[in-house]
Protein backbone atom coordinates (compact mmCIF):
# COMPACT_ATOMS: atom_id res chain seq x y z
CA UNK A 1 0.00 0.00 0.00
CA UNK A 2 1.40 3.36 -0.98
CA UNK A 3 2.15 5.88 1.89
CA UNK A 4 1.12 9.32 1.73
CA UNK A 5 2.67 11.22 -1.53
CA UNK A 6 3.98 14.79 -1.19
CA UNK A 7 5.78 16.90 -4.02
CA UNK A 8 7.78 18.76 -4.44
CA UNK A 9 10.41 17.27 -1.89
CA UNK A 10 12.53 20.56 -2.01
CA UNK A 11 11.18 24.45 -3.04
CA UNK A 12 13.81 27.55 -3.30
CA UNK A 13 12.08 30.57 -4.15
CA UNK A 14 12.46 34.17 -3.57
CA UNK A 15 10.61 35.83 -1.45
CA UNK A 16 7.20 37.33 -2.47
CA UNK A 17 6.66 34.70 -5.21
CA UNK A 18 4.01 32.01 -4.78
CA UNK A 19 4.30 28.32 -3.98
CA UNK A 20 2.24 25.45 -3.86
CA UNK A 21 2.44 22.16 -2.52
CA UNK A 22 0.68 18.47 -2.92
CA UNK A 23 -0.17 15.96 -1.24
CA UNK A 24 -1.86 12.65 -2.13
CA UNK A 25 -3.26 10.53 1.24
CA UNK A 26 -3.60 6.97 2.12
CA UNK A 27 -6.49 6.03 0.15
CA UNK A 28 -9.55 5.78 2.30
CA UNK A 29 -8.39 8.16 4.84
CA UNK A 30 -10.80 10.76 5.37
CA UNK A 31 -8.45 13.38 7.54
CA UNK A 32 -5.65 15.20 5.75
CA UNK A 33 -3.59 17.47 7.90
CA UNK A 34 -0.85 19.65 6.99
CA UNK A 35 2.00 20.90 9.39
CA UNK A 36 4.87 23.50 9.44
CA UNK A 37 8.01 22.29 11.39
CA UNK A 38 10.98 24.53 11.95
CA UNK A 39 14.22 23.44 12.49
CA UNK A 40 14.50 21.69 16.21
CA UNK A 41 10.70 21.76 16.96
CA UNK A 42 7.98 19.58 16.05
CA UNK A 43 5.48 19.43 14.18
CA UNK A 44 2.12 22.70 14.01
CA UNK A 45 -0.70 22.02 12.85
CA UNK A 46 -2.06 24.32 9.97
CA UNK A 47 -5.09 23.03 8.96
CA UNK A 48 -7.38 19.83 9.41
CA UNK A 49 -9.68 18.33 6.69
CA UNK A 50 -12.64 15.57 7.19
CA UNK A 51 -12.93 14.95 3.37
CA UNK A 52 -13.04 18.25 1.56
CA UNK A 53 -14.27 20.52 4.90
CA UNK A 54 -11.88 22.21 6.41
CA UNK A 55 -12.66 21.71 10.29
CA UNK A 56 -9.99 22.97 11.90
CA UNK A 57 -7.74 26.07 10.01
CA UNK A 58 -7.39 28.66 13.50
CA UNK A 59 -3.59 28.50 12.90
CA UNK A 60 -3.42 29.03 9.08
CA UNK A 61 -2.25 32.45 8.45
CA UNK A 62 -5.01 33.55 5.89
CA UNK A 63 -3.47 36.40 4.64
CA UNK A 64 -0.94 34.62 2.86
CA UNK A 65 -1.85 31.08 3.26
CA UNK A 66 -5.19 29.05 1.76
CA UNK A 67 -5.56 25.16 1.07
CA UNK A 68 -8.02 23.02 -0.51
CA UNK A 69 -8.97 19.42 -0.89
CA UNK A 70 -11.85 20.08 -3.17
CA UNK A 71 -12.89 16.09 -4.07
CA UNK A 72 -11.71 15.09 -0.28
CA UNK A 73 -8.86 13.05 -1.67
CA UNK A 74 -5.81 14.98 -2.49
CA UNK A 75 -5.11 18.47 -1.22
CA UNK A 76 -2.64 21.48 -2.06
CA UNK A 77 -1.45 24.49 -0.14
CA UNK A 78 -0.21 27.82 -1.37
CA UNK A 79 1.49 30.40 -0.15
CA UNK A 80 1.36 33.81 -1.80
CA UNK A 81 3.83 35.67 -1.61
CA UNK A 82 6.10 33.85 0.54
CA UNK A 83 8.44 35.60 3.46
CA UNK A 84 11.51 35.06 4.60
CA UNK A 85 10.42 33.45 7.45
CA UNK A 86 8.06 30.45 5.54
CA UNK A 87 11.05 28.81 5.28
CA UNK A 88 10.37 25.42 6.67
CA UNK A 89 9.53 21.43 6.50
CA UNK A 90 5.54 21.24 5.18
CA UNK A 91 4.50 17.50 6.55
CA UNK A 92 0.76 16.32 4.94
CA UNK A 93 -0.25 13.31 7.01
CA UNK A 94 -3.47 11.39 7.06
CA UNK A 95 -5.60 9.50 9.19
CA UNK A 96 -8.59 6.94 8.68
CA UNK A 97 -10.47 9.34 11.02
CA UNK A 98 -10.04 12.58 13.56
CA UNK A 99 -10.45 10.76 16.69
CA UNK A 100 -7.30 10.80 17.91
CA UNK A 101 -5.80 7.67 15.96
CA UNK A 102 -2.55 7.21 14.74
CA UNK A 103 -1.54 9.83 12.14
CA UNK A 104 0.76 8.89 8.47
CA UNK A 105 3.31 11.29 7.49
CA UNK A 106 4.39 11.64 3.91
CA UNK A 107 8.33 12.69 3.91
CA UNK A 108 7.56 16.80 3.83
CA UNK A 109 8.63 19.33 1.28
CA UNK A 110 11.48 21.55 2.36
CA UNK A 111 10.77 24.99 1.34
CA UNK A 112 13.76 27.62 1.23
CA UNK A 113 12.93 31.03 1.01
CA UNK A 114 15.80 33.60 -0.22
CA UNK B 1 1.20 26.22 20.67
CA UNK B 2 2.93 22.88 21.92
CA UNK B 3 1.96 21.11 24.64
CA UNK B 4 4.88 18.38 25.06
CA UNK B 5 7.48 18.84 26.03
CA UNK B 6 10.28 16.20 25.80
CA UNK B 7 13.64 15.63 28.24
CA UNK B 8 16.16 15.94 27.18
CA UNK B 9 16.22 17.75 23.85
CA UNK B 10 19.21 16.00 23.25
CA UNK B 11 20.40 12.03 24.40
CA UNK B 12 23.88 10.63 22.98
CA UNK B 13 24.40 6.58 23.51
CA UNK B 14 26.81 4.03 23.02
CA UNK B 15 24.84 0.70 20.83
CA UNK B 16 23.61 -2.07 23.33
CA UNK B 17 22.60 1.07 26.15
CA UNK B 18 19.07 1.81 26.90
CA UNK B 19 17.76 4.99 25.78
CA UNK B 20 15.11 6.44 28.00
CA UNK B 21 12.92 9.93 26.55
CA UNK B 22 10.28 11.48 28.83
CA UNK B 23 7.41 13.80 27.87
CA UNK B 24 5.30 16.33 29.86
CA UNK B 25 2.04 17.32 29.20
CA UNK B 26 -0.75 20.18 30.36
CA UNK B 27 -3.98 18.89 30.16
CA UNK B 28 -6.27 15.83 30.49
CA UNK B 29 -5.50 13.46 27.59
CA UNK B 30 -7.50 10.71 25.82
CA UNK B 31 -4.15 9.14 24.46
CA UNK B 32 -0.65 9.85 24.05
CA UNK B 33 1.52 8.83 20.98
CA UNK B 34 5.13 8.73 19.95
CA UNK B 35 6.23 9.47 16.78
CA UNK B 36 9.90 8.91 15.42
CA UNK B 37 11.92 10.93 12.66
CA UNK B 38 14.77 10.56 10.88
CA UNK B 39 16.55 13.16 9.33
CA UNK B 40 14.90 14.61 6.38
CA UNK B 41 11.85 12.46 6.47
CA UNK B 42 8.48 12.45 7.68
CA UNK B 43 7.19 10.66 11.33
CA UNK B 44 6.24 7.29 11.81
CA UNK B 45 3.82 6.43 14.49
CA UNK B 46 5.67 3.91 17.06
CA UNK B 47 3.00 3.81 19.91
CA UNK B 48 0.05 4.90 21.77
CA UNK B 49 -1.17 4.92 24.91
CA UNK B 50 -4.78 5.42 26.32
CA UNK B 51 -5.16 7.39 29.38
CA UNK B 52 -6.64 4.40 31.33
CA UNK B 53 -2.94 2.34 30.26
CA UNK B 54 -0.23 2.31 32.50
CA UNK B 55 1.96 0.80 30.29
CA UNK B 56 2.78 -0.40 26.89
CA UNK B 57 5.12 -2.80 25.11
CA UNK B 58 6.09 -3.18 21.64
CA UNK B 59 9.02 -4.94 20.53
CA UNK B 60 12.39 -3.37 22.24
CA UNK B 61 9.85 -0.08 22.93
CA UNK B 62 8.17 0.19 26.19
CA UNK B 63 5.64 3.72 27.25
CA UNK B 64 4.53 4.59 30.26
CA UNK B 65 1.86 6.98 31.13
CA UNK B 66 1.35 8.23 34.50
CA UNK B 67 -2.09 11.09 34.13
CA UNK B 68 -1.24 12.17 37.68
CA UNK B 69 2.10 13.64 36.59
CA UNK B 70 0.84 14.64 33.08
CA UNK B 71 3.83 12.73 32.26
CA UNK B 72 4.89 9.60 29.69
CA UNK B 73 8.00 8.07 29.29
CA UNK B 74 9.53 6.06 26.28
CA UNK B 75 12.10 3.34 26.53
CA UNK B 76 14.26 2.00 23.84
CA UNK B 77 16.29 -1.78 25.11
CA UNK B 78 19.33 -2.73 23.51
CA UNK B 79 19.85 0.52 21.25
CA UNK B 80 21.04 0.12 17.56
CA UNK B 81 22.50 3.07 14.97
CA UNK B 82 19.09 2.84 13.09
CA UNK B 83 17.32 3.91 16.20
CA UNK B 84 18.98 7.51 15.78
CA UNK B 85 16.24 9.80 15.20
CA UNK B 86 14.47 12.52 16.49
CA UNK B 87 11.31 11.44 19.12
CA UNK B 88 8.42 13.37 19.56
CA UNK B 89 5.53 12.54 22.17
CA UNK B 90 2.06 14.03 20.91
CA UNK B 91 -1.18 14.26 23.06
CA UNK B 92 -4.74 14.07 22.41
CA UNK B 93 -7.30 15.55 24.31
CA UNK B 94 -11.06 15.98 23.60
CA UNK B 95 -11.75 17.16 19.90
CA UNK B 96 -8.71 18.83 19.43
CA UNK B 97 -6.45 17.74 17.21
CA UNK B 98 -2.75 15.82 18.30
CA UNK B 99 -0.53 18.43 19.58
CA UNK B 100 3.18 17.66 19.37
CA UNK B 101 6.40 18.39 22.07
CA UNK B 102 10.00 19.77 20.76
CA UNK B 103 11.42 16.49 20.38
CA UNK B 104 14.26 14.92 21.75
CA UNK B 105 17.28 13.97 19.29
CA UNK B 106 18.48 10.40 20.16
CA UNK B 107 22.19 9.32 18.58
CA UNK B 108 23.25 5.98 19.03
CA UNK B 109 27.23 5.71 18.35
CA UNK B 110 28.24 2.27 17.12
New interface residues.
Partial sequence: EAG?VQSPRYKIIEKKQPVAFWCNPISGHNTL?WYLQNL??????LI?YENEEAV?DSQLPKDRFSAERLKGVDSTLKIQPAELGDSAVY?C?SSPN?G?????????T?LTVL | SQQGEEDPQALSIQEGENATMNCSYKTSINNLQWYRQNSGRGLVHLILIRSNEREKHSGRLRVTLDTSKKSSSLLITASRAADTASYFCASHSGNTPLVFGKGTRLSVIA
Fill in positions: VYGQGPELRDLASGSEQFFGPGR
